[in-house]
T-cell receptor, first 109, second 115 residues
Framework: TQLLEQSPQFLSIQEGENLTVYCNSS?????LQWYRQEPGEGPVLLVT?????EVKKLKRLTFQFGDARKDSSLHITAAQPGDTGLYLC?????????FGKGTKLSVKP | GAVVSQHPSWVICKSGTSVKIECRSL??????MFWYRQFPKQSLMLMAT?????????EQGVEKDKFLINHASLTLSTLTVTSAHPEDSSFYIC???????????FGSGTRLTVV
């Protein structure tokens, strides 16, 4: 069974701080996606990474896919209250998406 | 961009009744749709995968007779929760893909409360 472990589960920080969320697995994934979900809504795709070692930047967010395609990280620079939400990583394999348990981020002004 | 519409956004029903949730891909043909359930403060748990015109594939532990899935067209899949019980109360989310290796669009979810 393929599993994605996300850490930390909860993160509460002050506005302006930096943070990193990790997504690890013992399995290789053909692609990995990061989503952000707000309460009462569906997940919204932030980025997809497919190549080992790939780094993608989306404004203050930096995503990295591990060389072996088993892990990924999401780094947020100068976090803002608007970044608050549940961040989910999901690995693509054989047409299905497997989700991590998520990291609940709270950014306090 | 790809848009998936899920309806209703929330529903309250009495125990023993059935509830139907619709998932529509608005601007693309969804060869595969997925149904997830999400309990409070937890991640998304895949319930079933449905391909247009064929029977859904259910995940282990999901009762196919209780959660009826129909994917009759390339733009519509429905999930019917039959004989609902309070423990079925949850947030149900669908997603759709046109078959690419990556590229899943999620609906906005349906909050089901069974009283």
């Amino acid at each position: 069974t393929q599993l994605l472990e996300q850490s930390p589960q909860f993160l509460s920080i002050q506005e302006g701080e930096n943070l990193t969320v990790y997504c690890n697995s013992s399995s290789v994934f053909s692609s990995l996606q990061w989503y952000r979900q707000e309460p009462g809504e569906g997940p919204v795709l932030l980025v997809t990474v497919v190549t080992g070692g790939e780094v993608k930047k989306l404004k203050r967010l930096t995503f990295q896919f591990g060389d072996a395609r088993k892990d990924s990280s999401l780094h947020i620079t100068a976090a803002q209250p608007g970044d608050t939400g549940l961040y989910l990583c999901a690995g693509g394999s054989q047409g299905n998406l497997i989700f991590g348990k998520g990291t609940k981020l709270s950014v306090k002004p | 961009g790809a848009v998936v519409s899920q309806h209703p956004s929330w529903v309250i029903c009495k125990s023993g009744t059935s509830v139907k949730i619709e998932c529509r891909s608005l601007d693309f043909q969804a060869t595969t749709m997925f149904w997830y359930r999400q309990f409070p403060k937890q991640s998304l748990m895949l319930m079933a995968t449905s391909n247009e015109g064929s029977k859904a594939t259910y995940e282990q532990g999901v009762e196919k007779d209780k959660f009826l899935i129909n994917h009759a067209s390339l733009t519509l899949s429905t999930l019917t929760v039959t004989s609902a019980h309070p423990e079925d109360s949850s947030f149900y989310i669908c997603s759709a893909t046109s078959g690419r290796a990556y590229g899943y669009t999620f609906g906005s979810g349906t909050r089901l409360t069974v009283v």
